[in-house]
């Protein structure tokens, strides 16, 4: 199975960027990685994914290497309620179908 | 709205009996999952199934047991074998297609006393 490498925790600044980072060295070809947050006590929150290329939505940018070893999560100006869980994790396909394993994510918090 | 309902949210059972948590979603997905979080600590998988009436165990299955009758739901039975079931409990599901995201429950937090 790819497993994924994170930081446990990270600090940023209210209003800078936050960048996450995460190694998935073992990553097959046809793997997607996922990004996913929780608040406490909340179920997690889909925030992007990807496979090759970076990938841009409302929430956040990702930017993922081209041997597609590790990606960086961007939180271009994060606020107060960005504080939470980040999890990298990639799309394990088996033959009876596919699962996502989480690791231990990133806890990120943004300070005022 | 479309999304996944866990129930109940707070659960308490006295040790050596069995608990089963509701997990249904209106979403059309085919594959579900179900994952356990101890306090500080990531996700880890418990079953997962891709289809209707067939289910996969994941990496912490022993001491649980699912089912998967019906598309849209996808109960977790916590045995009376599980060692330490006092845990928060998500489900999920995903779409369909090599690129589909997970969708989360809000969780079932289950203490035995």
């Known amino acids: 199975d790819a497993k994924t490498t994170q930081p446990p925790s990270m600090d940023c600044a209210e209003g800078r960027a936050a960048n996450l980072p995460c190694n998935h060295s073992?990553?097959?070809?046809?793997?997607?990685v996922y990004w996913y947050r929780q608040i406490h006590s909340q179920g997690p929150q889909y925030i992007i994914h990807g496979l090759k290329n970076n990938e841009t939505n409302e929430m956040a940018s990702l930017i993922i290497t081209e041997d597609r070893k590790s990606s960086t999560l961007i939180l271009p100006h994060a606020t107060l309620r960005d504080t939470a869980v980040y999890y990298c994790i990639v799309r394990v396909k088996e033959t009876s179908g596919s699962r996502l394993t989480f690791g231990e994510g990133t806890q990120l918090t943004v300070n005022p | 709205d479309g999304g996944i309902t866990q129930s109940p949210k707070y659960l308490f059972r006295k040790e050596g009996q069995n608990v089963t948590l509701s997990c249904e979603q209106n979403l059309n997905h085919d594959a579900m999952y179900w994952y356990r979080q101890d306090p500080g600590q990531g996700l880890r998988l418990i079953y997962y199934s891709q289809i209707v009436n067939d289910f996969q165990k994941g990496d912490i299955a022993e001491g649980y047991s699912v089912s998967r009758e019906k598309k849209e739901s996808f109960p977790l039975t916590v045995t009376s074998a599980q060692k330490n079931p006092t845990a928060f409990y998500l489900c999920?599901?995903?779409?369909?297609?090599?690129?589909?995201?997970?969708?989360f429950g809000e969780g079932s937090r289950l203490t035995v006393l």
């Open positions: 999920a599901s995903r779409g369909s297609g090599q690129s589909g995201e997970l969708f």
């Open positions: 073992t990553i097959s070809g046809n793997e997607y």
